[in-house]
């Protein structure tokens, strides 16, 4: 059972506009939740993170939204620029108790035109 | 800035042969992960450890073992390698449970004939 979903396998946006990435989870007990972004041939690097205590993370261009009673979380980018194009990673876990594995589901390639 | 390195960015290997997979991490992280990224299947754990000599298992452990002697290095091996196991395997290291960032290594892209 996938406990995280991001149900867009792909999406493609102009440079310029908005990119919205969507991101669902099922386990009540995750509570950090991370962005990770994939180039082809190179390992994921972190972007962005968001605790449960809080509903928006902003970094630059990049922000986190994060709706705990829909167990929804959204990457905005904005601008979107044609280095953004990659395949993001969602990822979640439980923040105490040990052992706190990351969960990922199973990235959306985005792809933002010139 | 954390570092993790992986022995080789490409491997071709054929179907029997004993494959060992090597990451290092400079950053004296207690943690450390192997996954490997599948299309459409994204990221899976193969396995963990979380000190010397202490592994876990992840979420697909089959065919595949994991040695940790030293802090910095863990060590995918695949015993006998199968053409199922062609995949990209990404090595991560971690400070600590928690809040901790897991850091990725570049990948090591693994062909097996």
């Known amino acids: 059972d996938q406990q995280v979903k991001q149900n867009s396998p792909s999406l493609s946006v102009q440079e310029g506009r908005i990119s919205i990435l969507n991101c669902d989870y099922t386990?009540?007990?995750?509570?950090?939740f991370l962005w990770y972004k994939k180039y082809p041939a190179e390992g994921p690097t972190f972007l962005i993170s968001i605790s449960s205590i809080k509903d928006k993370n902003e970094d630059g261009r990049f922000t986190v939204f994060l709706n705990k009673s829909a167990k929804h979380l959204s990457l905005h980018i904005v601008p979107s620029q044609p280095g953004d194009s990659a395949v993001y990673f969602c990822?979640?876990?439980?923040?105490?108790?040990?052992?706190?594995?990351?969960?990922f589901g199973k990235g959306t390639k985005l792809t933002v035109n010139p | 800035d954390v570092k993790v390195t992986q022995s080789s960015r490409y491997l071709v290997k054929r179907t029997g042969e004993k494959v060992f997979l090597e990451c290092v991490q400079d950053m004296d992280h207690e943690n450390m992960f192997w996954y490997r990224q599948d299309p459409g299947l994204g990221l899976r754990l193969i396995y963990f450890s979380y000190d010397v000599k202490m592994k876990e298992k992840g979420d697909i452990p089959e065919g595949y073992s994991v040695s940790r002697e030293k802090k910095e290095r863990f060590s995918l091996i695949l015993e006998s390698a199968s053409t199922n196991q062609t995949s990209m395997y990404l090595c991560?290291?971690?400070?600590?449970?928690?809040?901790?960032?897991?850091?990725f290594g570049p990948g090591t892209r693994l062909t097996v004939l």
């Open positions: 386990n009540s007990m995750f509570d950090y």
């Open positions: 991560a290291s971690q400070r600590g449970w928690g809040t901790d960032t897991q850091y």
């Open positions: 990822a979640a876990h439980p923040s105490q108790g040990g052992s706190e594995k990351l969960v």
